[in-house]
């Protein structure tokens, strides 16, 4: 018999999940920042560009975290300390950086299919994706305000003109992260050397094809009105409250596992007692832990049960040498 059951969709409020793509020098980091200081109060900002953003600071209240390597892990890692300090908002500025500078995904692809032997980038893709996967689960179940700025390069395809020369046209701008990440976001803006943004993809009606020439207040309000809508949400907060609780069980953990799966909030980078897991990981800890423990009261509870059927035959036989001497 299946084990697939269907329930009712519902909308529930939502973090917002943007990212911003452009050339450099179009304004990403500055939008960022404009969206983000709309979006809440306490913003952390992930700088991969050597401290570029602090250029703001006397404009935005934010916080920085410079990186210098870019591993997935290291993402992962940031993650988990902005959401055990409480920020609202992170702003990854930008990316790029993961996917294409040190320690990025294309390194540790190369440095897999070396350790490997072979050189073959199948097999460095085999071991590096899981790296890479672990760390957009970060992101997107990070349990604030997201935003993603992305380096874009012009696409070129080389066709015959009319003389049947090949020559090169150009087809448009794509992020340099892997191919399709822009699926995973929500908000998805363009920005242009005018800082012209665009909307390009979007789940939010409102929003879809947007077209604003220096984005303001105005946009982050338009985005915190979408995602108010739909009945309140439980927090990866509640869900580590929950998990860590003294009177857990292990069969209320299984069912607070299932819950987080079914809103997507596994792959959130938590800290648990100082080391960074997946909130997935967190609740099977505990409810390991929970099992051990009712295991041994089980345990216990036999044993005292065998006690007590002990003694009741030792004084069942002491009665009958009594009866007897009587």
């Keep these: ?17 943007i990212a911003l793509t452009g050339p450099t020098g179009s304004g990403k980091t500055y939008t960022a920042l404009v969206i983000g200081t709309g979006l809440g109060d306490r913003i952390a900002l992930i700088d991969t560009e050597h401290g570029s953003a602090s250029k703001y600071a006397d404009e935005f209240a934010f916080d920085t975290l410079p990186l210098t390597t870019f591993e997935p892990r290291a993402l992962v890692e940031a993650l988990a300390v902005a959401a055990h300090e409480g920020y609202d908002v992170v702003i990854v500025d930008s990316l790029s950086h ?42 997107l179940a990070y349990p604030g305000q997201l935003i993603a700025t992305m380096r874009t390069k012009t696409e070129y395809v080389v066709e015959a003109d009319e003389r049947g020369r090949k020559v090169p046209r150009k087809v448009g701008l794509k992020p340099e ?31 879809s094809g947007m077209v604003l020439h220096k984005p303001g207040p105005e946009f982050a309000e338009a985005i915190l009105g979408w995602l108010k809508t739909g009945k309140p949400a439980k927090s990866v907060s509640d869900y580590i409250t929950a998990a860590t609780a003294p009177d857990a069980t292990y069969d209320g953990l299984r069912s607070l596992y299932e819950e987080a799966r079914r809103h997507n909030l596994l792959g959130s980078a938590v800290l648990d007692d100082g ?32 006690r007590r059927t002990e003694r009741r035959k030792d004084e069942a036989g002491t009665g009958r040498r009594k009866d007897k001497v009587a």
């Design 98 to 139: 993961f996917w294409s500078g040190t320690g990025g995904m294309l390194e540790q692809v190369d440095n897999a299919a070396k350790r490997t032997g072979s050189g073959n980038s199948f097999a460095g893709w085999k071991e590096a994706r899981p790296l890479e996967r672990a760390m957009i689960d970060a992101l």
């Design 177 to 207: 992260q892997r191919e399709g990440i822009e699926y995973e976001f929500d908000i998805v803006g363009d920005l242009d050397h005018e800082n012209t943004l665009v909307i390009s993809k979007s789940r939010a009606k409102p929003l």
């Design 1 to 17: 018999m299946s084990t697939f059951t269907f329930t009712p969709a519902t909308k529930e409020q939502a973090k917002a999940r």
């Design 275 to 306: 080391e960074t897991r997946t909130l997935g990981e967190l609740i099977v800890r505990h409810g390991t832990e929970a099992a051990k423990k009712q295991d041994a009261r089980d345990a216990e509870s036999r044993a005292e049960t065998e």
